[in-house]
């Protein structure tokens, strides 16, 4: 399974921002898809989750209002989950991965539940 995230950059507190997550090879195996966000010195830390079938996104409570993440099933769509960020802060400035696990996982799990990741995409958020 290879993971690859893209859409970080530089925006003003406030600001919106889409991650995108292109899903290959292997994708039959895959269970759940996940975001998850570093800062320097600290743990990485899931924001969402959502099951690679689709259906519902699960959230940390603290980002639930202003993050969602979904997927794209249409048949022709390459196999991309999005995280689609509002109301951006100085605080959510990190490092963006996303994950995929096997097991099809109900709730928001930690970084060591997933076995496959993808490059990581910078987001910087100014004030």
């Known amino acids: 399974v290879q993971l690859q995230a893209s859409g970080g950059g530089l925006v003003q507190a406030g600001a919106s921002l889409r991650l995108s997550c292109v899903v290959s090879?292997?994708?039959?195996?895959?269970?759940?898809v996940g975001w998850f966000r570093q800062v320097p010195g600290k743990e990485r830390e899931p924001v969402a989750t959502?099951?690679?079938?689709?259906?519902?996104?699960?959230?940390?409570d603290s980002m639930k209002a202003r993050f969602t993440i979904s997927r794209d099933n249409r048949h022709n769509a390459k196999n991309t989950v999005y995280l689609q960020m509002n109301s951006l802060k100085p605080e959510d400035t990190a490092v963006y991965y996303c994950?995929?696990?096997?097991?099809?996982?109900?709730?928001?799990?930690?970084?060591?539940?997933?076995?496959?990741w993808g490059q990581g995409t910078l987001v910087t958020v100014s004030s």
């Open positions: 090879r292997g994708t039959s195996t895959i269970g759940t």
């Open positions: 959502i099951p690679w079938s689709g259906g519902i996104g699960h959230y940390v």
């Open positions: 994950a995929a696990d096997p097991r099809c996982r109900v709730g928001v799990a930690p970084s060591s539940s997933y076995d496959y």
